[in-house]
């Protein structure tokens, strides 16, 4: 297995055992991370969005590693947790893209359907329909809730 294909393998392992400290271990200093939601720069960021996911989720994730070699790789998830603002199940379907600089991850993009998403998260009605076509909506949330945990860890 090429050594890319195990930093994959660690780093959702790392999150099915809500180890966000090995998560962040995966990721250069100056890794980016691309989702839906958000957009963050420097593993400090990215750690802390981990952090929050982990201490705050029930997420779990099954993987398929498709791809890895020495720049690029690609992975196939699915994770399955309950959206702590509804109480809503998500089953989502993710591609996870990867770009790879000494031996970490550099670029970490995750490429799911934001309308399937919001329906599940938030339902049917207006949040849902609004949150699924507007990504302004998805970050502020995302975003809000960074800020709010970073707020409360360090009180």
């Known amino acids: 297995m090429h050594p890319n294909a195990v930093l994959l ?11 966000h400290a090995t998560m962040a271990s995966c990721y ?3 890794a980016t991370f691309h989702d839906i939601a958000f957009d963050l720069k420097g593993r400090p960021r990215i750690h802390a969005m981990w952090q ?6 029930n997420v779990t994730a099954t993987v398929t590693v498709v791809h890895a070699d020495d720049g690029d790789g690609r992975v196939n998830v699915v994770d399955d947790y309950t959206f ?13 893209r990867f770009k ?4 970490l991850i550099a670029q970490h993009i995750d490429l799911c ?3 399937a998403w919001a329906t599940m998260a ?6 849902g329909f609004l949150a699924g076509r507007i990504r302004l909506i998805r970050s502020i949330k ?6 709010q945990f970073g707020r409360r860890q360090k009180a």
Do not use: Q, Y
Not at 84 to 96: A, K, Q
Not at 122 to 127: E, I
């Open 9 to 19: 393998d660690r780093l959702f392992n790392a999150l099915n055992r809500k180890d």
């Open 28 to 30: 250069h200093p100056d």
């Open 52 to 57: 929050m996911i982990c201490e705050r989720s």
């Open 84 to 96: 702590s603002d509804t109480g809503l199940p998500v089953h989502n379907i993710i591609e996870s």
């Open 100 to 103: 790879f600089r000494d031996g």
């Open 113 to 115: 359907d934001p309308k």
């Open 122 to 127: 938030l339902g049917d009605g207006l949040p």
């Open 142 to 147: 995302a975003r809000w809730k960074l800020w």
